[in-house]
């Protein structure tokens, strides 16, 4: 299996530009997740799908960013407009139906707002 | 609010010590703890505990719960220097749903 997969691994851009981050989950894996890890806020959880539905998105910080699972395969993450607060690691990881507490990271998307 | 705090924050370490990392907990219907490994890129899953007492292993890693005390310990033992890392603990509080409260994590570094 190829595990989670996520795009770009590194992403530099200006404030006020969009950024989208993208995820593949493993396949049959029926939630997905959005972290950020930044070394102030250690790993925190920004929303999580089920079934391609988002079920929780209470750690979205603002509404600069928003989330979309449009089938079972692909998840975007986009900030828009972009902030120099927002330079973080982001993973997406992906948890099995019976076995939805182990969870599956991604490599991580750095991003880096200049 | 679910918590769930490590100590100790970091750890300095030689090769061939033993190291306990701990890590408590606060929250709603407590259903499962999982210890991470998390080295320069993403986190690598250890362990799943579920139930008191019953200590699972992994080579030189073991980890145990108390879910009296509302704590879980992480041991390495004979530590290398491939052990450096970031141990993360998290736990799955309240529902029937797939959220994770994550720790602030544990640094060990381990020197030759």
């Known amino acids: 299996d190829a595990g989670v997969i996520q795009s770009p691994r590194h992403e530099v851009t200006e404030m006020g530009q969009e950024v989208t981050l993208r995820c593949k989950p493993i396949s049959g894996h029926d939630y997905l997740f959005w972290y950020r890890q930044t070394m102030m806020r250690g790993l925190e959880l920004l929303i999580y799908f089920n079934n391609n539905v988002p079920i929780d998105d209470s750690g979205m910080p603002e509404d600069r960013f928003s989330a979309k699972m449009p089938n079972a395969s692909f998840s975007t993450l986009k900030i828009q407009p972009s902030e120099p607060r927002d330079s973080a690691v982001y993973f997406c990881a992906s948890s099995l139906i019976g076995l939805r507490d182990t969870q599956y990271f991604g490599p991580g998307t750095r991003l880096t707002v200049l | 609010e679910d918590k769930v705090v490590q100590s100790p924050l970091s750890l300095v370490v030689h090769e061939g010590d033993t190291v306990t990392l701990n890590c408590s907990y606060e929250v709603t219907n407590f259903r499962s703890l999982l210890w991470y490994k998390q080295e320069k890129k993403a986190p690598t899953f250890l362990f799943m505990l579920t139930s008191s007492g019953i200590e699972k292993k992994s080579g030189r890693l073991s980890s145990i719960l108390d879910k009296k005390e509302l704590f879980s310990i992480l041991n390495i033992t004979a530590t290398q220097t491939g052990d450096s890392a970031v141990y993360l603990c998290?736990?799955?509080?309240?529902?029937?749903?797939?959220?994770?409260?994550f720790g602030q994590g544990t640094t060990l570094q381990v020197k030759p």
């Open positions: 998290a736990v799955r509080g309240s529902g029937n749903t797939g959220k994770l409260i």
